[in-house]
DNA sequence: TATTGACGACTACGCGTGTAATCCATTACG
DNA sequence: CGTAATGGATTACACGCGTAGTCGTCAATA
């Protein structure tokens, strides 16, 4: 079987990743000029970055006349569900509600976000 | 001022912290016991962690003889709390509630949970 | 007392990552 | 047409990480 989805996604190629699922294809110019300019990367660093990720199963790409067009092969919530796995179950003991006790206790929960969480719990419920 | 909070601990030197998050002081060999024997590391392999640690500062030692005694300089709520924050930045725009619906959506949540986090939401709406 | 073993310190080494620079082919421009 | 710009491929390089091995020293033991 080929590569299979459990690649690893650096932080600096989810930056690339981030561009590519908010919108593709895009050439490899086109991910570097929406890549957050905080970031000050060279279009050379960018370039790697789409490599790594190919050679990793994570993009694809079409050839588009000498360019070519980036495109993910992977969703972005199946990222989120492994990072958010990951950290499940290595801090958390692999179960959820202490993840979001956590939340709680940290103040992390704006009041709009308690309130969003009346509703989702309200709607867990039914 | 000295090393701040921010160092990073990898996930082999995860598996250090939490030895010593359970129980200390210990000496390099109390660690390496403790440790998951599914890692079949050698204790050599513990005696770079320690180090490692020590160089990042989230460790402290006191000498007990010819030996170390090993305890933690952060918590482990620290460590949680960074380590969660940093998935919540770079994941969830930084909102804790996404996240909750993500876990909620994932089926991540079982009934027990759920009910839990009903408590929970009853208990931060006070 | 001479040897052996336990300890921390230092060294090793291959792979991933962050951050590019260089190479080579092709295309566009003067 | 000759030269520069553009685009992907390849190479670079230092640092962190996973996983130890080696060195020098001190203590226990035969």
Redesign the pocket.
């Known amino acids: 079987m080929a590569e299979q989805a459990s690649e690893?996604?650096?932080?600096?190629?989810?930056?690339v990743m981030e561009v590519l699922w908010a919108d593709a294809p895009l050439?490899?110019?086109d991910v570097a000029e929406r890549i957050d300019p905080a970031?000050?990367?060279?279009?050379?660093?960018v370039?790697?970055?789409?490599?790594?990720l190919?050679a990793?199963g994570v993009l694809a790409?079409e050839?588009?006349?000498?360019?070519?067009?980036?495109r993910p092969l992977v969703e972005r919530a199946a990222h989120v569900a492994g990072s958010t796995r990951q950290l499940v179950d290595r801090l958390f003991g692999g179960r959820a509600a202490p993840l979001v006790a956590h939340l709680a206790e940290n103040h992390a929960l704006s009041d709009d976000d308690i309130a969003e969480l009346e509703a989702l719990v309200r709607e867990l419920r039914k």
Chains 1, 2 share one sequence.
């Open positions: 690893r996604i650096s932080e600096a190629e989810l930056a050439t490899a110019m970031r000050g990367w060279s279009d050379r660093t370039k790697t970055m789409l490599g790594r190919l990793k790409f050839e588009d006349g000498r360019r070519y067009l980036y």
